[in-house]
């Protein structure tokens, strides 16, 4: 995620302002999340596999306390 914002040259940044803004900066080629982009995915798609459940168990709820009410 890139942030952006407009600092006067003679305005002085806080050190970790400037490592935000700072162009040069290195992330290690975008891997800092650790593993592998394959590992990474696969703990990506096991979180979303738990949203949807989670949310199909509070859709299920939803619907009984509807039908109570």
């Known amino acids: 995620m890139s942030r952006s914002a407009f600092v006067m040259r003679e305005a002085k940044v806080a050190n970790e302002e400037y490592g935000v803004h700072n162009p040069n900066h290195g992330y290690g080629g975008g891997d800092g999340g650790g ?21 199909s168990r509070l859709n299920e709820t939803l619907t009984r306390i509807d039908n109570k009410i």
């Open 35 to 55: 593993g592998s982009m394959t590992e990474r995915l696969e703990r990506l798609e096991k979180k979303v596999d738990s949203i949807e459940s989670t949310l």
